[in-house]
Nanobody
Framework: QVQLVESGGGLVHTGGSLRLSCAVS????????MGWFRQAQGLERDIVAL????????HYSASVKGRFTISRDNSKNTLFLQMNSLASEDTGVYYC???????????????WGQGTRVTVSS
């Protein structure tokens, strides 16, 4: 059974930074496309950032490009999301997800963490 556990969320002021982590166990981490998704209250779960299995390819949503950085450490089965210059619209529950080759939309990801809440306050 593949398990994903996010950590690192919390309350931060506008302009601040947070680093999210996602520890993966029970599967072959290095074979998964990994993603971070965000769900704001009352809205759908949207892509934040994606990274290929080897880490060589990344994708960011337009709203976070230049502020967030997705990375992974395949030796430690861990996914990261460095979030800088946080704004109120970044508030939400952040989920990490594992999927197969080329996974993009949320529906294409097989495994999900329980989420970690990020609140950006002015």
């Amino acid at each position: 059974q593949v398990q994903l556990v996010e950590s690192g969320g919390g309350l931060v002021h506008t302009g601040g930074s947070l680093r999210l982590s996602c520890a993966v166990s029970g599967g072959t981490f290095s074979s998964y496309t990994m993603g971070w998704f965000r769900q704001a209250q009352g809205l759908e779960r949207d892509i934040v950032a994606l990274i290929s299995a080897g880490g060589g390819n990344t994708h960011y949503s337009a709203s976070v490009k230049g502020r967030f950085t997705i990375s992974r450490d395949n030796s430690k089965n861990t996914l990261f999301l460095q979030m800088n210059s946080l704004a109120s619209e970044d508030t939400g529950v952040y989920y990490c997800a594992a999927g197969g080759l080329g996974a993009f939309r949320a529906a294409e990801y097989n495994y999900w963490g329980q989420g970690t809440r990020v609140t950006v306050s002015s």
